[in-house]
C-alpha cells in the first residue's frame, strides 16, 4: 500500500484498527500484515518510508515498525529507525519489552529499551511511551485524546548532557561536555497536528564542559530554564533561567556563580521568520540588573539586540568585564574603579547606539600614575550620523602623581568620535592648562585622540618636590603643539616649547611608544638656549655659576623614562651685561663630575679659598651615551685630556678631564656628589 497524508491520527487509526481486525480473527495460524508508505506528514515533520509489520502466532504476536528519515522541517532527527516489540491486545493495546535502534540522530546511534501501552475506548485513547537508552538516557510520556479530537501531554525524564549539546548543537563536536539534565514537559491541543499549549522544565546539575585548547571550559554549573507557550497564529510565551552553581571560563572571561542566583526572565514568540525574545530583564547580584530584548532572523538577516537600563556597579563591571580585554602590564590593566553607570546600548551587526550616564566615580593605578574622583558623565551616541552633546565632569585627578584640579567639559559626539564644544582650563601646579583643542576617533586608520594648548604660570617648586627632583625656583610656561595620541604612540604635529631659568628650552620630533603601557619609549630632539646659570645651579646645589647656556641634545632615547641613549652638548655664550663667573664650590663639583678627587695640594686649595669667585671665558661639556658608556668631551682639548672650563683673568682656573669613557651609573654618581658637595686643576697662565 503506498499513499500519503498529512493528517496523522487517521493513519495512526486505520493501521491499530486494521492489526486489531487480523488479530482478533486468525487466532488459528501464523498470520503476517505489512503496511508502508512513500512518507506521511503533519505539521511541521515527515517520516519517510514508514513500514509496520504485525506477526500473529499461537506464540504470541510481534509488532515491528520501521522508518527511514524523520524530519522536523529541514533537519534530520532519526534515521533508520526500528522498533520491535511483543504486542497484547487485552484491555487494550501494549508493546512491551520493545527493543528500539536507531542508526542515526543528533544523540547518535541509539539502543534503548522500552514500551508502549495504547487505549482506545469510544473514541478517546490514552497512550503511554516509556524509553531507556545510555545515550538517549530516560523518557515516559503519557498522551490522553477525547473524541472531539482534543488531547493532553505529560512527560519527564533524565538526558546525558553530552547528548543535548550534540543534539542541538550547542558547542562544537570536538569539546568534552558532562553532566546530567533532568526535564519535564505538560502539552495539550485541539488536534494532533498542532499543540496549543506547552509548558517546560529542564535542570542541569554538574555540568562541565573543556575547548580542545582550554580557552573555554565550565565546572560545576547547576543551571534551571522553566518556560510555557501558547499557541494563537504564532508561539509565545514567557521563560526563566537561574544560575545557581559552578564556574565559567570563557577566554578572556572568567565567571563564577555569585551567592544568590543569576537570574534571566523573557517574553518569548516564535514565527515562521523569527525568534524574539522581548521585555527581558537580567539581575547578577553584585553586579546590576536590567533589561534587553533580541530579535533573531531565522531565514537569514542580521541579529539584533538591544540592553535597555542596565544599572551597574563599576567595581565588578571593569574587574570581570573590560579588564580581562585589557593588555597585562599595561596602565589599564591595573586600573581600579567605583561608582555606578547606568547604561543602554544596541546592535545589529554591530554596535548602533549606546546612552550611558556615569555617576560618582572614581578610577586608580596602585602607583598612582593615574588617580581621578568625583567622576560623572551623560551622554549619547549613534552610528546613523546624529550629533549629540555630552558632558565629562570630575572633582580632582592626578596623572605621574602631577595634581589636577576639577573638569567641566562639554564634547559634541559624533559617529566617528568627539569634540570639544568649547575651550576649558584644569588648574595644575598653581598654574593652569589651557586645553583649545580636544578630539577623539575610535573608528579608521586614524583612531587616537589629539590635544592641544598653553601652560600658564606652573610652579617648578611643586613640580619638583612631586618628582622628588632637586628643588627648582620660578615658573614654568609652555606651548603645546597638536600631540596626537594613536595605537599606544604619542607624537607631536610641532614642537613643544617652555621657558624656564630665564631660557627657552624646545622639545622637536618628540614620539613616545607604547605611552600607556610596560616600558614606554621617548624619542625626541632637543634645544636649549639662554638659559641663566646663576638659578640653575642654585637649584642642584653645586655651587655659584654666572653665565648663559645654550646647548642641544640629539637622538634621545628614553626606556622606561631612563636614558638609553643621547648626543649632547652644552657651552657657554657671551652675553653683554651678563658676568662669566664661578665660585670654588662649583670648581670643586665640575673637577669632581670630569673625574678628578677636588683641588689637590694645601697651597693651591688654600690660595684659592682666598677668592670668592674666578672669571672663565669657556665652559662646556659634551655627553654621548651609548649601551650605557658615556663617552665624555668639553669646549677644547688640552694634552690627552678635555677643557671642561677654560679660565681666564688672575687667578685663571681651568678644569680638564682625562677620563673620557665612563660608566653611566657612574657618572649620575659623580653628579650627585657634585651636588652635595672637582680633572685637574691649573691656574695661571
Known sequence: MQGRSRVLPRIVRWLLWTCLGLAVSNGAGAQILEVSAADVSGAGWTAQHPRVTLATSAQGDQLRLAVGVVRAGRRKLWRRARLQCGLRTTQGWACRRGHLVVDGSPWGALHGDGQVQLRWVGGSGQAVLAVRGVQFGSAR???????????????????????????????PASWQTSGQARWRV??????????????????????????????????????????????????????????????????????????????????????????????????????????????????????????????????????????????PGGLAAGLQASGQVRF????????????????????????????????????????????????????????????????????????????????????????????????????????????????????????????????????????????????????TSGALSAHVFGGTV????????????VLP????????????????????????????????????????????AFDAQFHTVPVPGVRQEISYAAVQSLTRLGGGDGIGGFFQGLFLRMFKTFAYAHLGMGVRLRHGVAELSGVGIEDSGFVILQGQGLPRVDIVGYNRRVNWNELLARLQTAMRSGAQVQTGE
Open 141 to 171: 510520556v503519557q498522551a490522553q485524546s477525547t473524541a472531539a479530537g482534543q488531547w493532553h501531554l505529560t512527560g519527564a525524564g533524565s538526558l546525558p548532557v553530552a547528548g543535548l549539546v550534540r543534539a542541538f548543537t550547542l558547542l
Open 186 to 327: 505538560r502539552a495539550q491541543g485541539a488536534s494532533w497536528a498542532q499543540a496549543r499549549q506547552v509548558a517546560f522544565e529542564l535542570q542541569g546539575s554538574q555540568l562541565q564542559f573543556g575547548s580542545p585548547d582550554g580557552l573555554q571550559g565550565a565546572q560545576g554549573v547547576a543551571l534551571q530554564l522553566r518556560g510555557a507557550g501558547v499557541y494563537s497564529g504564532r508561539w509565545h510565551g514567557s521563560a526563566r533561567l537561574r544560575w545557581t552553581a559552578g564556574d565559567v571560563l570563557w577566554s578572556p572571561w572568567y565567571w563564577a556563580a555569585p551567592a544568590e542566583p543569576v537570574q534571566v526572565q523573557t517574553n518569548w514568540q516564535q514565527t515562521s521568520k523569527a525568534w524574539q525574545l522581548d521585555e527581558g530583564s537580567l539581575r547578577w547580584p553584585g553586579l546590576g540588573q536590567g533589561g534587553f530584548a533580541l530579535y533573531w532572523p531565522t531565514q537569514g538577516g542580521l541579529l539584533r539586540w538591544q540592553i535597555r537600563d542596565m544599572n551597574v556597579a563599576m567595581a565588578p563591571l571593569y574587574a570581570n568585564w573590560i579588564k580581562p580585554l585589557t593588555l
Open 344 to 491: 543602554s546600548v544596541a546592535g545589529e551587526g554591530g554596535l548602533n547606539a549606546l546612552r550611558w550616564d556615569l555617576r560618582n566615580a572614581a578610577v586608580s593605578s596602585p602607583n598612582r600614575l593615574l588617580a581621578v574622583t568625583g567622576v560623572n558623565s551623560r551622554g549619547a551616541w549613534s552610528r546613523t550620523g546624529k550629533i549629540s552633546a555630552a558632558t565629562l565632569r570630575w572633582q580632582s585627578a592626578a596623572l605621574y602623581r602631577i595634581p589636577v584640579g576639577p573638569l567641566h567639559a562639554d564634547l559634541v559626539v559624533n559617529p566617528q568620535g568627539f569634540h570639544l564644544q568649547q575651550p576649558f582650563t584644569l588648574t595644575m601646579l598653581g598654574g593652569a592648562l589651557h586645553f583649545r583643542q580636544l578630539a577623539a576617533r575610535w573608528a579608521g586608520p586614524r583612531s587616537g585622540f589629539s590635544m592641544s594648548g598653553d601652560l600658564q604660570g606652573a610652579s617648578m617648586a611643586q613640580l619638583t618636590r612631586i618628582m622628588h627632583w632637586p628643588p627648582f625656583t620660578g615658573t614654568v610656561s609652555a606651548t603645546i603643539p597638536e600631540l596626537q595620541y594613536h595605537a599606544g604612540d604619542l607624537s
Open 506 to 517: 624646545r622639545v622637536h620630533d618628540l614620539h613616545v611608544e607604547n605611552f600607556f603601557g
Open 521 to 564: 619609549l621617548l624619542r625626541a630632539n632637543i634645544e636649549i638656549s639662554g638659559v641663566r646659570l646663576k638659578p640653575l645651579t642654585n637649584a642642584f646645589h653645586f655651587g655659584y655659576i654666572s653665565g648663559v647656556l645654550d646647548g642641544d641634545v640629539k637622538d634621545l632615547a628614553l626606556l622606561n623614562w631612563s636614558p638609553e
